[in-house]
């Protein structure tokens, strides 16, 4: 089960609407289904909410501290409520997937995102939770920052959106697990659209 689900992005509001913001989107969203309100703490450099559940606190974070030192506010707040990191979910934009895809994995690399980076060395640890949502690549790695930190293009806000909400549909999976049913949950393909049934003429 998750306790503790971090949304990666950059404060402020130049960058409010930027592809690398859609960790904070996503948290935003669960924030919004889980009927929680997101405050600054000063004490975990990040707006913070608290879901009060039957199965126990469910944790939501959003860390204000930019995104290459996304760990000096994940860091405190696991350890002082005693979260394990294969109880931490992290939410990010990911370069390697096309908008309108998201994809979930425990451990593994931080691929040059430096919030993962920064995370992964204050944990000590990979071993924790990504829900990737797909942002899409410009197409050769000189652009990479100034893609990921302009605005997608309307199509692709939607594509993305669109990825977010259907995650979403796992929420009550990741806090109360099991967590290979909430992984099958986010890589669930939709169903396909039923042929026309043919006319027949009389």
Do not use: C
């Not at 600054?40 to 606190?57: E, F, I, K, S, T």
């Not at 796992?170 to 967590?179: E, F, K, R, T």
């Amino acid at each position: 089960m998750i306790r503790l689900m971090v949304g990666l992005g950059n404060p402020g509001a130049e960058y409010e609407g930027t592809r690398h913001n859609a960790g904070f989107w996503w948290v935003d969203a669960a924030a919004r289904k889980l009927g929680v309100p997101l405050a600054y703490d000063r004490a975990y450099h990040g707006l913070v909410a608290r879901a009060n559940l039957p199965g126990g606190p469910v944790w939501l974070l959003e860390p204000q501290t930019f995104m290459n030192l996304s760990g000096k506010a994940v860091s405190p707040l696991a350890r002082f409520f005693k979260i394990e990191p294969a109880q931490i979910l992290v939410v990010h934009d990911e370069l390697d997937l096309p908008p309108g895809q998201a994809k979930m994995k425990l451990g593994g690399s931080a691929a040059g995102h430096n919030g993962l980076k920064d995370i992964q060395a204050q944990l000590g640890t990979p071993d924790f939770w990504r829900l990737r949502i797909g942002i899409g690549h410009p197409g050769h790695r000189d652009e990479v920052v100034n893609w990921v930190l302009r605005k997608p293009a309307p199509d692709q806000r939607e594509a993305i959106l669109d990825a977010i909400d259907k995650s979403l549909e796992a929420l009550p999976l990741l806090i109360d697990g099991p967590m290979d049913r909430a992984l099958a949950k986010v890589h669930a393909k939709p169903p396909r659209p039923k042929p026309p049934a043919e006319e027949t003429t009389p």
